[in-house]
T-cell receptor
């Protein structure tokens, strides 16, 4: 158990819908990272938050957004969902701003039908 | 930005054998980190080993060791005395290590390692 908690574990939704994925980082970690793992794109970095502020952006679509709350949990919002958004979404957390010591959650499996 | 290439989509070895997974990378950074992650069928991403680019000594973690060739931009993973539980996808990854900004990990496409009994 990495200490990073992601909910829900599985999510099935229809095209055009909006979903929210939630991540609770390890106790004491200030950074949260979101990654997407799909068959087409492999594993790719989406976005990072550090202590409530956006820190780095990767290949995140405009239809996707994220935020980190004062209690340091983070949410990834995916809207206008398309079939191609079906993927495993990982959250990782680290103490500082660098991803060198990040621990991954178990992921949320999103299926868009 | 970094790029990471894993040229072996799948490998299969017998239990107890030694296996080496290949990874090459490219980066313009002077300070960076390299990683090997294991993803078993449970889909959990597990950090296997980490190497800091400025350290010349190759990292080791029990049966896992790396061969870090900085000039060649090569970062291979050696698994000794392979076990059935080593069956998994293995991802090579890189990230920038310097301050003044942050970065996520850049992953390769992965190598599916199968340990045969």
């Amino acid at each position: 158990d990495s200490g990073v908690t992601q909910t829900p574990k599985h999510l099935i939704t229809a095209t055009g819908q909006r979903v929210t994925l939630r991540c609770s980082p390890r106790s004491g970690d200030l950074s949260v990272y979101w990654y997407q793992q799909s068959l087409d794109q492999g594993l790719q970095f989406l976005i990072q938050y550090y202590n409530g502020e956006e820190r780095a952006k990767g290949n995140i679509l405009e239809r996707f957004s994220a935020q980190q709350f004062p209690d340091l949990h983070s949410e990834l919002n995916l809207s206008s969902l398309e079939l191609g958004d079906s993927a495993l979404y990982f959250c990782a957390s680290s103490v500082g701003t660098l991803n060198t010591e990040a621990f991954f959650g178990q992921g949320t499996r999103l299926t868009v039908v | 930005a970094q790029t990471v290439t894993q040229s072996q989509p799948e490998m299969s070895v017998q239990e107890a054998e030694t296996v080496t997974l290949s990874c090459t990378y490219d980066t313009s950074e002077n300070n960076y980190y390299l990683f090997w992650y294991k993803q078993p069928p449970s889909r959990q991403m597990i950090l296997v080993i980490r190497q800091e680019a400025y350290k010349q000594q190759n990292a080791t973690e029990n049966r896992f060791s790396v061969n870090f060739q900085k000039a060649a931009k090569s970062f291979s993973l050696k698994i000794s005395d392979s076990q059935l539980g080593d069956t998994a996808m293995y991802f090579c990854a890189a990230c920038r290590g310097s301050g003044g900004g942050a970065d996520g990990l850049t992953f390769g496409k992965g190598t599916h390692l199968i340990i045969q009994p």
